[in-house]
């Protein structure tokens, strides 16, 4: 038998049920704040990732449009490639590894730290990262405020898998659900506001709704229950605590009580190596993944049509992230055990693409044949980041999910980073060739 927290917005009670795969199920009473919760994290994963996908989204602009004199350009007049100076996968190193440490190191100091005031700062960071790119005529300031997003992104994300150990199971799939919206948001946005003659700095300053929707999600829509730490430390406990140290939820169940337990290094590595099986495959899925997204999109290019190089590349980052809030909308329709199979479906696109590029045979394919492999690549990594953190959510002790949750969160960053790293010198090679 497995024991699933229950918020009913005032506080946090324990419910039996058997581990089949579901939510355990919401008494009446408690269904409407139980809708509110399931919004408000809709909204939240929403809210989270948007900065993070808008500047991605943005990346072959804000990498072309520098004021000054060293304004990036073609590498060489020669080149085979119609290429950025710089890679985008700058922007997406930027963009990742700030998110990148603060995962390594949260899961050991962020419980220290009451969710309030972990919030707050996501938000701030969000709303100056949209600021300083948009104001920006400099490319170093410019990613400057994408390390903003950045911040708020991996900021968040380990916060608000945390919070759902507080709340039912279900809200996972929310979390994740919203978290794809803000894929298929923010790339549909960018793109619709520069399609409709707004330049990339004022479609940027319209995005400033987007921290102030995170504000409203967290502090007026979702009911918290009354043991989670929002704006006071636990009694009796400090910042030199540590978390063998703080029991995962301060309630006065007696039920909750029973399963306190000091987390030694021990234990935690324990865990740890249980989530392997998943967070290894998620990490090969993304690196993948955001190997073809800023490494090879750039370098797709259909040249004897009305789209321009940017209009491509804004339209290949839309359907990708079609693709991904598909998937990650899906846990409730079906639940994917095997997250390997889905890694090593998206070695094979990014080996096909690589191929292409280096070949120069993709131009010659449809542009819908691209597209319908660029949404397809989207569902592999939704489907894969929606059922890793569904299957941990539903196998986790109850007392280990909030650490479990922030500590899987890595994987998906680090496969980005390892990503990105390597884009850099591909992209290079290519477009030195002549």
């Known amino acids: 038998m497995d024991r699933r927290r229950i918020n009913t917005g005032d506080d946090s009670d324990w419910e039996e049920e058997v581990d089949d795969g579901t939510a355990p199920p919401v008494p009446r009473q408690e269904n409407r704040s139980h809708w509110r919760n399931l919004s408000a994290f809709w909204l939240l994963g929403l809210c989270n990732n948007f900065a993070y996908v808008v500047m991605l989204s943005a990346a072959h602009d804000i990498l072309k449009t520098e004021t000054n004199q060293t304004a990036a350009v073609n590498v060489t007049n020669s080149s085979r490639y119609d290429c950025n100076q710089i890679s985008t996968a700058a922007v997406l190193l930027a963009d990742i590894l700030p998110t990148l ?9 962020i419980h220290q730290i009451p969710y309030n005031y972990r919030v707050s700062l996501c938000i701030i960071t969000a709303a100056a990262s949209f600021l300083i790119v948009s104001f920006s005529t400099h490319i170093a300031v410019s990613l400057l405020g994408v390390v903003f997003a950045s911040i708020s992104s991996g900021l968040g994300e380990i916060t608000f898998l945390s919070l759902t150990a507080f709340f039912y199971s279900d809200v996972v ?4 659900s919203g978290t794809g919206g803000a894929g298929i948001l923010g790339a549909l946005s960018y793109l619709g506001l520069t399609e409709a003659g707004l330049s990339p700095r004022s479609s940027l300053l319209v995005m400033l709704i987007i921290p102030a929707l995170l504000f409203i999600s967290y502090f007026v829509l979702l009911l918290p229950p009354s043991t989670l730490p929002q704006w ?11 978390s063998d140290e703080r029991p995962l939820l301060d309630g006065p169940s007696p039920r909750l009580s029973e399963k306190r337990s000091r987390r030694t290094m021990a234990h935690k590595w324990k865990i740890i190596k249980s989530l392997l099986k998943y967070m290894l495959p998620l990490s090969i899925v993304y690196f993948a993944e955001y190997f073809i997204n800023q490494g090879l999109y750039e370098l797709i290019y259909f040249p004897n049509i009305k789209m321009s190089h940017s209009t491509q590349y804004r339209w290949f980052q839309m359907l990708y992230q079609a693709g991904v809030f598909l998937s990650r909308s ?18 094979g696109i990014a080996t096909f693409l690589l191929v292409g590029v280096a070949e120069l045979f993709l131009p010659s394919l449809t542009l819908p044949g691209i597209f319908l492999i660029i949404v397809f690549e989207g569902l592999l990594g939704g489907a894969a980041y929606v059922n890793t953190f569904n299957n941990i959510a539903i196998e986790s002790n109850p007392e280990d999910q909030e650490f479990a949750m922030s500590v899987a ?26």
């Open 101 to 109: 440490i603060i995962k390594f190191t949260a899961p050991f100091y």
């Open 173 to 176: 799939s929310c979390w994740s």
């Open 232 to 242: 006071k430390f636990p009694s009796g406990y400090s910042l030199a605590d540590t």
């Open 330 to 347: 899906s846990v409730r329709c079906f639940r994917i055990r095997h997250i390997w199979i889905l890694s090593l479906l998206q070695c």
């Open 409 to 434: 969160c890595i994987s998906d960053t680090l496969g980005i980073s390892l990503s990105g790293a390597i884009a850099i010198p591909v992209h290079n090679y290519f477009c030195g060739l002549s």
